[in-house]
């Protein structure tokens, strides 16, 4: 290999493109490194529970690839690091949310479902779904509160979807709104907190908006009722039963879900194949996410 001038490195340097990930994400882009390129498979299986799960055979490289891309984010972190001029080593600078089985599966976050068959069918395959999502056991609820006019907007806008996101100011009644999602959608809730206060907390709200008394997993605590029950991320992530315990819920309600991306929790939550959810950034932001 030849050594290249410093007058050649710049040209290759501005050659170079960005890569694009997340969002941004709308097709698939053919390898350039051949000219040579596989067909579509004319059929690709989606597997939907907690994530969606896609068989490595029925995608071409160039369409795994650009499925991965749209699975990663370029991180905060390193950008911020590189701009204060501090040391990135160790840091990403992109940040990947699939996973490759050996059985040769592709998982991507279950949020990912319709960026995936778009992406598939604009590649020129049919896309077939395989829906293993949890719907949960009826629920006989009688509610003992009622809703400020906001928070019943708030609550009717999230209601219809099954993925959404609801941002909060702080003092909106974050708790009250997820107590009227479980009594509206009367389905079996898992509510996810990574600490044992959290826990307490709700388990008052619970008891006193829905009049029943919720079973819990984590704090001291062991029993689940398949009803109404609360679990600490941190419990789960020590167990390895959690699809035969979690797998009947039909709805999972995250509190302080910034703390899901983290490894052992991130496990633990796509063990669960709830055709709901819901989830809470951290307090000082204000901010009430819910994933429905």
Not at 145 to 161: I, Y
């Amino acid at each position: 290999m030849e050594r290249l001038t410093p007058k050649q490195v710049t040209t290759l340097a501005s050659a170079l493109r960005e890569p694009t990930v997340g969002a941004r994400v709308d097709r698939a882009q053919p390898a350039r490194s051949t000219k040579t390129q596989p067909n579509p498979a004319p059929i690709v299986h989606l597997s939907l529970d907690g994530t969606v799960r896609i068989p490595g055979s029925e995608l071409s490289p160039s369409l795994c690839a650009t499925l991965k891309h749209a699975a990663s984010t370029f991180n905060p972190e390193f950008y911020d690091r590189q701009r204060r001029r501090q040391s990135t080593w160790n840091v990403p600078r992109i940040i990947t949310s699939y996973d490759e089985t050996l059985d040769d599966h592709l998982v991507l976050p279950r949020g990912l479902r319709d960026t995936a068959a778009r992406l598939i069918e604009g590649a020129g395959s049919t896309v077939e779904v395989d829906d293993k999502r949890a719907s949960g056991d009826p629920l006989d609820l009688t509610p003992t509160f009622d809703l400020r006019p906001e928070q019943q907007e708030a609550v009717e806008a999230v209601l219809p979807h099954e993925l959404g996101v609801l941002v909060a100011p702080p003092g909106s009644g974050k708790t009250v709104m997820a107590c009227a999602v479980i009594a509206q959608r009367t389905v079996s809730t898992l509510v996810l907190v990574d600490r044992k206060t959290l826990a307490d907390q709700w388990r008052r709200a619970i008891t006193g908006l829905l009049g029943l008394k919720p079973g819990q997993l984590g704090g001291g605590r062991s029993k689940l009722t398949g009803v109404v029950d609360i679990a600490t991320l941190q419990t789960l992530a020590r167990r390895h039963d959690l699809t035969e315990k979690l797998g009947s819920y039909g709805q999972v309600i995250v509190d302080e879900c910034h703390h899901v991306p983290a490894a052992a929790f991130e496990t633990a939550v796509r063990a669960i194949p709830a055709r709901h959810g819901s989830g809470s950034p951290p307090r000082p932001t204000g901010a009430t996410a819910w994933m429905t």
